[in-house]
Each structure stands twice: as structure tokens, then as C-alpha cells.
């Protein structure tokens, strides 16, 4: 119990001094730290692909997820053979790992170097090449223009407080005709009061753009959601509207529910899209 309580109190002073500076760099480590804490305790979406998935996709056959249940749609992929593939902010083992046994050249940009160990893990017992990068998903600058054919960016952008610069720069790596598919949350996942919610209750507290630093107090978030990652739902017209503001054309579109909440019998909370980078 003790340790349990100079956990609580270090924890509440680092979220407090986290709040008075709210700078990205201290926001990107802090979730770097937490989603390497998630690999250890082994959150599902750290868990890698298993041998006779890559088989398997080494033959075509392969499904990939942006969001929680939905595959993504076989023809939302381009011809993956030599296909320049980057992987953002997608590491944990998943879909990199299956795109390059699919042909692909596979690129893994992610925060977490547990995540990114995931995909290493994969590469090294299937004798695959991989390549991977720890960084901000929000700034590519690491990669030229046009460096990329296809973008892959499943349920991410909600541990950032900013997410129109991630299509800019995605954007901005993406080689003229190609394709980026994302997965991001309905931001109206952020507005129910939580406790209820637990209970199966769905009263709206919070608005949007949701903040964990802005919204709620330090000790309710460490009571709620202990060291898990700092979340921010951010609006439709930044997620879809940062698309197009960015130049994308979006060209594909499904929503998906949680396939273990009482939230799936009402309404679909998160969403895919496909955006096209034109030609010219």
C-alpha cells in the first residue's frame, strides 16, 4: 500500500507539472514512457503477428486494422509488390510485419522504441527486412518529399494534441497518386462522462477538442486511467478537414464499433478513411 500511494503522489506531480507546461516535446516522452510500459504489460495492440500470419500474407492473404474490429477493405490496397510502404505510428508487431511478407517495402515510424521492438522481434524470426524509426509522428522530417507510395496510420493521432500537422507532413512524403489509410476516433468517444460510461451509461460532460491536461484533473485522470497514455480527441473538421485542407482527396470511408461496449448497440465511435494524394 505504500508504494502504491508513492506511486499515486509522483504520478499526480508529474501530470501537474505536465499541465503547467503542456509543451508536445514533454507530451511526446510522456506517452513514449507510457506506451513502452503498455508493450510490457501486454496491451493488444503490442502483441506481433504470429508465424502462420505471415505465411499466410506471404501468399496474399491478410487482413490489416486501422480501428478496433473492421478489417480494412482488400481493395483499399495498392499492388504491394516493391511498394513503398511507411507505417506511421503503427509499431507493435501488426501491420508492418504483414505488409512486408504481402512484398512490401516496409517502413515503421513510431514513438515507442518498445513498439518498434515488436516489429524488429518479427523481422529477425521471420528473415524479413524491415525497416524501422522512432520519431513524432507529427513531424517527418527524417523522410524527402514523395519518399513513400502508401501511408498506413491506424488509431494513433489521439495521443498528440495536434493532428493537422500529421496529414501536412504525410502529405508532404507521399508520392503523387498515392494513397494514405487512417484509422482516428469519433471524438464524440470524448465526451461521456467516463464513470458512467463504465456503468454503461453514455451522458455527455466533456467538449470537443478533448484535452486529459485540460479537461479533467490530474487526479481523476491517474484515478480513471492510471499510467495509460495521454489522450486528446480532436474534431471531425481537423481529422477529415485537415485532410483535405492538406490536399488529399478522400476516396474511401467506413466507421467501426468496439466489439466488447454497450456504445456498439447505438452508434459507430471510430472511423477509417482512404485519401488520395492527386497526380498532379
Not at 486529459?212 to 485522470?221: A, G
Request: glycine share 8%; charged share 25%.
Amino acid at each position: 500500500m505504500f508504494h502504491d500511494n508513492i506511486f499515486y503522489f509522483l504520478k499526480i506531480k508529474e501530470l501537474k507539472e505536465m499541465k503547467k507546461a503542456r509543451t508536445e516535446k514533454e507530451i511526446l516522452q510522456f506517452n513514449k514512457n507510457a506506451w513502452d510500459k503498455q508493450v510490457e504489460k501486454g496491451n493488444k495492440w503490442t502483441i506481433p503477428v504470429l508465424s502462420d500470419e505471415i505465411a499466410r500474407a506471404k501468399k496474399g492473404d491478410f487482413q490489416i486494422l486501422l480501428t478496433p474490429a473492421k478489417p480494412v477493405p482488400q481493395d483499399w490496397f495498392p499492388i504491394l509488390a516493391g511498394c513503398r510502404v511507411l507505417c506511421l505510428a503503427s509499431g507493435g508487431g501488426q501491420q508492418g510485419p504483414l505488409l512486408a511478407a504481402a512484398g512490401a517495402l516496409v517502413t515503421v515510424f513510431d514513438n515507442s522504441p518498445g513498439q518498434l521492438a515488436k516489429d524488429c522481434l518479427v523481422a529477425n524470426r521471420e528473415g524479413m527486412d524491415i525497416k524501422t524509426v522512432e520519431g513524432d509522428m507529427a513531424d517527418l522530417s527524417i523522410f524527402k518529399d514523395g519518399s513513400f507510395d502508401f501511408i498506413v496510420n491506424p488509431i494513433s493521432n489521439c495521443f498528440i494534441p495536434h493532428v493537422k500537422p500529421v496529414w501536412k507532413e504525410a502529405y508532404r512524403v507521399l508520392s503523387p497518386g498515392g494513397t494514405m489509410i487512417a484509422g482516428f476516433c469519433n471524438p464524440v468517444e470524448f465526451t461521456f462522462d467516463q464513470d458512467l460510461y463504465n456503468q454503461d451509461i453514455f451522458q455527455v460532460k466533456f467538449s470537443i477538442p478533448y484535452s486529459d491536461l485540460t479537461s479533467i484533473s490530474e487526479e481523476e485522470r491517474l484515478r480513471l486511467y492510471g499510467d495509460a497514455p495521454i489522450e486528446f480527441g480532436h474534431s471531425l473538421e481537423d481529422q477529415i478537414g485537415g485532410q483535405i485542407e492538406a490536399g488529399f482527396h478522400l476516396i474511401g470511408f467506413f466507421e467501426d464499433r468496439w466489439p466488447d461496449q454497450k456504445i456498439r448497440e447505438y452508434m459507430a465511435t471510430f472511423i477509417a478513411t482512404r485519401a488520395l494524394k492527386p497526380s498532379s
